[in-house]
């Protein structure tokens, strides 16, 4: 099993849809996730971190269920500029263990 | 606040021959990071830098791998000879330390013929 496994994509919503993308890690000692964001031949830059709690910023909202060992993404109101790849990132073990990343899952959103 | 740059952008090389990519992280970044980056895949981390000590190379392949970061803030990466398979974006990150955001370069291109 992969360390960190995402839907395999890619998604394509038109403008205004809801989207949910999914993950799972392997690892239970896993601390800290991420969702990065990765525009087309660019670098990956962070979109959120994730909270046991779960968290949301603006049309954004990310979940994580440590038992199931898994973490989601939603997507509300979608726009153009979201389009892009979502990376599901969690750490390797520990505090300060490194950083994994998921395959990421395209999304694309169209008028 | 800049960025953290790398050089070059692009390179295109034949297979057999040296290349080496530079990264300047963001200033006071203790932390530096060179992945690698294959098409359609998520970041894989080759090296972890804290300061000018490398505290993971598990994943660098070391007969044809190397890095240094000789001062602490700038680093460089090295591969000879250059495989075919080794065609890829090499993106460098930093952080203030191992618990921040970490904070990716633009990337290099490398394209092994």
């Known amino acids: 099993r992969k360390e960190v496994e995402q839907d395999p994509g890619p998604f394509n919503v038109p403008e205004g849809a809801t989207v949910a993308f999914n993950c799972t890690y392997s690892n239970s000692a896993s601390q800290s996730f991420f969702w990065y964001r990765q525009d087309c031949r660019k670098e990956p830059k962070l979109l959120m971190s994730?909270?046991?709690s779960g968290n949301e910023d603006g049309r954004f909202t990310a979940q994580l269920n440590r038992a199931s060992q898994y973490i989601s993404l939603l997507i509300r109101d979608s726009k153009l500029s979201d389009s892009a790849t979502y990376l599901c990132?969690?750490?390797?073990?520990?505090?300060?263990?490194?950083?994994?990343f998921g395959k990421g899952t395209k999304l694309s959103v169209k008028p | 606040e800049a960025g953290v740059v790398q050089s070059p952008r692009y390179k295109i090389i034949e297979k057999k021959q040296p290349v080496a990519f530079w990264c300047n992280p963001i200033?006071?970044?203790?932390?530096l990071y060179w992945y690698r980056q294959n098409l359609g895949q998520g970041p894989e981390l080759l090296i972890r830098?804290?300061?000018?000590?490398?505290?993971?190379d598990s994943q660098l392949p070391k007969d044809r791998f190397s890095a240094e970061r000789l001062k602490g803030v700038d680093s460089t990466l090295k591969i000879q000879p250059a495989e075919l398979g080794d065609s890829a974006v090499y993106l460098c990150a930093s952080n203030r330390d191992s618990y921040n955001e970490q904070f990716f370069g633009p990337g290099t291109r490398l394209t092994v013929l």
């Open positions: 200033s006071g970044h203790n932390t």
């Open positions: 994730v909270y046991s």
């Open positions: 990132v969690v750490n390797s073990g520990g505090s300060q263990g490194n950083l994994i």
């Open positions: 830098y804290e300061n000018e000590e490398a505290v993971d």
